[in-house]
């Protein structure tokens, strides 16, 4: 340049200890509001990320967390995306704080942030997303129907690249959280820890007895014993279906293993889209109490 660099405006380039200090300001945000819901933003902020996700279409590479279009009609408006303006305002502080972050890699760290400090397996993030108009805004309906069955969820994961094996893994997250009949009719958790990452779901799909529950809102199971956990049509797929039974039967009998799976297809998931390079860094966080 004519002035050999000296007026050039300076570029921050972030590196780990910058996305640390966000994780930390998200874990420490998590422990201080625990007056939502079950006791913690985690799960619902687990479901942000999934959806800016969730979207991804392989043929047409549309879609993806790159881009954080759910701040937008339509997308913010899709009935799947109901309640989740509580996780995106949840991080606005965040991104008050941090300006340099982009939304699209804020709400995934905001998901790394609540798997971790839920007691869940490491999830190695990579940060490169940017944020998108709307005009990248995504059709509704890409994301699952909770009242379809093992036909539906092949379609809706396959176009995201899944394979059987991974379908059950990512469905394991619904050991944490919980329905409201608010957002999607539904209501009630899976489990009795929400807030809490085990492979708990897969050990009451197969050890529970379940049955249509018997009220106004739309068709939903109940377990027979406490009435108070609840599985969807579309939870059910993965023990009416052998294929999938067969995974379910494994991360039941074995944490460890469904620990190591989760964390590579959420992995796997929340880069679904997103245009890395090769100089790309991963990083592996550190909890709030490491
Ligand atoms: Zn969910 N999910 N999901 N999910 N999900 C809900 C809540 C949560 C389906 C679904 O219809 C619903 C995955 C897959 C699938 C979470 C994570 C992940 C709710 C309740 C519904 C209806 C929303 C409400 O009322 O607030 C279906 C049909 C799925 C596929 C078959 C995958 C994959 C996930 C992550 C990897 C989480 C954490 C919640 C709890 C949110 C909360 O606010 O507590």
Same mark, same amino acid.
């Given at each position: 340049t004519q002035n050999g660099g000296a007026f050039e405006p300076k570029v921050f380039k972030p590196e780990f200890k910058d996305y640390q200090a966000v994780y930390n300001e998200i874990a420490k945000l998590l422990q201080e509001h625990d007056e939502y819901d079950d006791g913690s933003y985690g799960p619902v902020l687990v479901r942000l990320a999934w959806h800016a996700s969730g979207t991804y279409d392989k043929e047409s *590479? /549309? *879609? @993806?967390?790159? *881009?954080? $279009?759910?701040? &937008?009609a339509p997308e913010s408006q899709h009935g799947a995306n109901a309640g989740l303006i509580n996780a995106r305002n949840f991080l606005e502080p965040v991104k008050a704080k941090f300006p340099w972050i982009s939304y699209s890699d804020l709400w995934i760290l905001g998901g790394v942030c609540s798997i971790q400090e839920m007691m869940g397996p490491k999830i190695p993030y990579r940060p490169g997303r940017a944020d998108r108009d709307m005009s990248s805004c995504t059709p509704d309906g890409r994301l699952p129907d909770a009242s379809q069955g093992p036909r539906h969820v092949r379609d809706i994961f396959y176009r995201m690249g899944f394979n059987d094996q991974e379908i059950v893994a990512l469905a394991g997250?619904?050991?944490?959280g919980r329905c409201h009949t608010q957002n999607s009719g539904f209501e009630g958790p #899976? /489990? &009795?820890?929400? /807030?809490v990452l085990t492979n708990d779901y897969y050990k009451l799909l197969l050890g529970s007895k379940w049955q249509w529950r018997k #009220?106004? @809102?739309p068709k939903q199971y109940e377990d027979k014993? $406490?009435? /108070?956990l609840m599985m969807l049509p579309a939870d059910m797929a993965f023990i009416e279906d052998k294929e999938f039974k067969k995974t379910v039967e494994k991360y039941a009998a074995d944490n460890d293993l469904f620990f190591k799976d989760f964390s590579a297809v959420i992995v796997k998931l929340f880069e679904l889209g997103v245009p890395y390079t090769d100089k790309s860094e991963t990083f592996v966080f550190k909890n709030l109490d490491e």
């Open positions: *590479g /549309t *879609g @993806g967390s790159n *881009g954080a $279009t759910m701040r &937008f997250a619904h050991a944490l #899976w /489990t &009795f820890s929400p /807030t #009220w106004d @809102g014993e $406490t009435k /108070t």
